[in-house]
């Protein structure tokens, strides 16, 4: 490296280190007091801002959002991907609102094991036999008809529009399209769509039309489920099944149900925050950490000092233990919840804390609670209205691009959720998670996931709403977001902006984002026994938050190519 590098590097590293994320002025974000719009997309964004701006309600500005999502970011967006929704209405409701991807019914335990019992890792995540059965297309609708304003045609509108019209692509379009094509190209349906037909890379500028998908969704506003689930577009879903040797059916398409769950409920300090419960893991952990965290006296300590870093590491630890062993589908698995989130069993687990020693994640497993055992590239959208309702959604296909497959003839990409399964006892998934039965394949069954779609409230009004991409390092980003605001008095951009700290017991690593965190800070860490890994982004996330008088403030995170559009 030249001296001129290095000494940037260090000038950079010694200016993080001395910046205090709480109080500088990183930047003000705007308030609106109409509504807005955090997507991972700008034409997402302005999709959401569009229907607000008809007249539109939250719900219906998201689920315009959604859709646009799957013809502007495809390889997270998306029609052929699931995912969750946490709401707040106008009346003081909250509900959330599981589209998870299911297993098909064909699948089965140790379909990704070979004839020694070796996990073929590659099977889980590309090709036919990597996808769930698609949760978005009814989570949307679903949404849309129990809490939206606006007919389904019209919230859609924009989205048929970007497909059908195309759009500009922007230097990180152009990027991501060209990142994945080696593989995008192995599958002739996606060949078609993303692959230019003389074989050049994309550019920024370039006009990005979807003639199949605008068919798609305009069959979609038209005849609602039956635009997807079944009809032409389930045929074709079908028929690409049988091209690359997937084993989703058409009674599995027709059967897809989503399902409203009641949330998970914790308080911290002045907020009552509502999460996602399982099959996603987000609110539980967010709702143990939080707990034990107050145990420790976490307000106690400066923002991002060793002290809070490491308090902070030592309830996840335990927290992921018991996420990667006692979590999954509700719906399959006795989860033992209310002894999960018990105040004793929670200051029972981090009662052994010792203030300058790390735990090792070997000493730490699940812990033991009185159940009858019988027996994993993601975007993240909020709106807020003027009318109170707000909408975190967190949606996804898995890895970038999902399976890589597209249907031929209908123009978008179907997930890989299934890796999200524990596919054998003690094997990591594509985020390193090792799970248990809890989480096994079978038939109809949801995977657990880490999306975290949070809203708080303070004084019983809406103060944010937020969840993003990245594994499980989401559960994480979203929780620093939140305590960000609650304990470090952060604005929007000052909370999103603020350097990350990830821990998720096993690997037994605490990854810190790597610019930022001092070197003395690093070296306390390892005096207390961590093993610090100095990563890059921890995570991209969104973010709103409502004051008092209701301006509302957005903030997309500078790791990626967000955009908040508000009015
Ligand atoms: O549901 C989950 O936890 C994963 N499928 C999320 C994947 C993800 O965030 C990938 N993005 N970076």
Redesign the pocket.
């Known amino acids: 490296m030249s001296r001129i590098l290095l000494t940037l590097l260090l000038t950079a590293l010694f200016f993080f280190s001395q910046y205090d994320f709480s109080t500088a002025q990183v930047s003000q974000p705007e308030s609106y007091q109409n509504g807005v719009v955090t997507s991972g997309d700008r034409y997402a964004s302005e999709a959401g801002l569009e229907i607000l701006q008809k007249g539109g309600n939250a719900i219906d500005a998201a689920v315009a959002v959604q859709f646009a999502l799957a013809v502007t970011l495809p390889r997270?967006g998306n029609i052929g991907g699931g995912g969750f929704m946490v709401l707040h209405t106008d009346a003081g409701e909250i509900n959330t609102l599981d589209f998870?991807e299911k297993a098909p019914t064909r699948a089965t335990r140790n379909m990704y094991l070979d004839e020694d019992g070796e996990f073929i890792s590659d099977k889980s995540k590309v090709g036919g036999l990597a996808s769930g059965v698609p949760g978005t297309v009814d989570g949307m609708i679903t949404a849309l008809e129990r809490y939206g304003t606006l007919a389904l045609e019209i919230v859609m509108e924009p989205a048929i529009r970007l497909a059908e019209e195309g759009y500009t692509l922007t230097h990180s379009h152009a990027r991501s399209l060209n990142s994945a094509a080696d593989r995008l190209r192995e599958f002739d349906g996606s060949k078609e769509v993303f692959i230019k037909t003389d074989g050049s890379s994309w550019k920024d500028g370039d006009l990005f039309i979807q003639k199949d998908l605008a068919e798609t969704l305009k069959r979609i506003a038209t005849m609602g489920r039956r635009g997807f689930y079944s009809g032409l577009t389930g045929r074709l879903i079908v028929e690409e099944m049988n091209r690359v040797g997937g084993i989703i059916t058409l009674r599995d398409l027709r059967d897809y149900k989503s399902v409203w769950r009641e949330p998970i409920k914790a308080e911290f300090y002045d907020y009552e925050l509502y999460m996602m419960p399982p099959p996603?893991?987000g609110g539980v952990v967010m709702k143990q950490v939080l707990k034990m965290l107050s145990d420790v006296n976490i307000g106690e300590y400066s923002f991002n000092s060793a002290d809070y870093v490491h308090r902070l590491a030592e309830a996840l630890r335990r927290s992921f233990a018991d996420r990667n062993y006692w979590l999954g589908d509700p719906d399959f698995f006795d989860i033992p919840l209310t002894e999960l989130l018990d105040e004793n069993y929670l200051s029972d687990r981090i009662s052994d804390f010792n203030p300058t020693l790390a735990s090792s994640s070997d000493s730490i497993s699940h812990g033991q609670v009185n159940s009858v055992m019988e027996s994993?590239?993601?975007?993240h959208f909020n709106v807020a209205d003027s009318y109170g309702n707000v909408v975190a959604v967190?949606t996804?296909l898995?890895?970038?691009f999902g399976s890589f497959v597209t249907v031929t003839g209908a123009g978008f990409l179907l997930n890989n959720?299934m890796?999200?399964f524990s596919a054998k006892p003690g094997e990591p998934n594509m985020?390193g998670l090792i799970g248990a039965e809890a989480n096994s394949i079978e038939p109809g069954k949801r995977?657990?996931?880490?999306?975290s779609p949070t809203i708080a409230l303070k004084n019983g009004n809406p103060a944010f709403a937020g969840g993003?991409?990245?594994?499980?390092?989401?559960i994480t980003a979203v929780l620093q977001n939140f305590l960000n605001m609650a304990l470090f008095e952060m604005n929007a951009t000052q909370a999103i902006a603020a350097p990350r700290m990830h821990h998720q017991w096993l690997p037994d690593r605490l990854f810190v984002e790597g610019l930022y965190f001092s070197a003395d800070t690093v070296e306390k860490l390892e005096s207390y026994g961590h093993q610090v890994q100095r990563i890059g982004n921890i995570?991209?996330t969104h973010m709103i938050m409502i004051d008092e008088n209701g301006a509302m403030n957005g903030a997309s995170d500078s790791r990626g190519n967000g955009y908040v559009a508000g009015y």
Not at 376 to 379: F, I, Q, S
Not at 468 to 474: F, H
């Open positions: 997270a998870r996603s893991s994993n590239e993601t975007t967190n996804t898995n890895g970038s959720e890796d999200d985020f995977m657990l996931s880490s999306m993003g991409a990245g594994g499980p390092r989401i995570a991209l």
